[in-house]
């Protein structure tokens, strides 16, 4: 998963989400391939990045949903994580969130 504000100058795919002159925020991360499309399907603001086969781009922002964006940081993580690890992972998440 990588964050960050890519110049839209330099990356023109990026020009459509600028903002009162500012580049967007970006994070990118994986997704299970079954859920790539529902996803990306809508349009903003997610967008299959160019690269990899199963990598998501979201614009963030005042629109974000930051619980969905915990569900699918942790989806990422266990997309690459050795099983080992993500199965002491999985059991502790619960909506997105870690289990009190």
Known sequence: M???SPDPDR???YAPY???GDGP???TFRAPV???RALTGNGFPYFKAD???NVVGAVLGEHTDWAEV???VADSYCEMAPKFLVA???PEIQDGFPRD
């Open 88 to 90: 002491r992972v999985v």
């Open 51 to 53: 690269w990899g086969r």
């Open 18 to 20: 600028v903002a009162d």
């Open 11 to 13: 990356y023109p795919v």
């Open 2 to 4: 990588h964050v960050y």
């Open 70 to 72: 915990a569900e699918l």
């Open 25 to 27: 925020i970006v994070m």
């Open 34 to 36: 079954e859920d790539l």
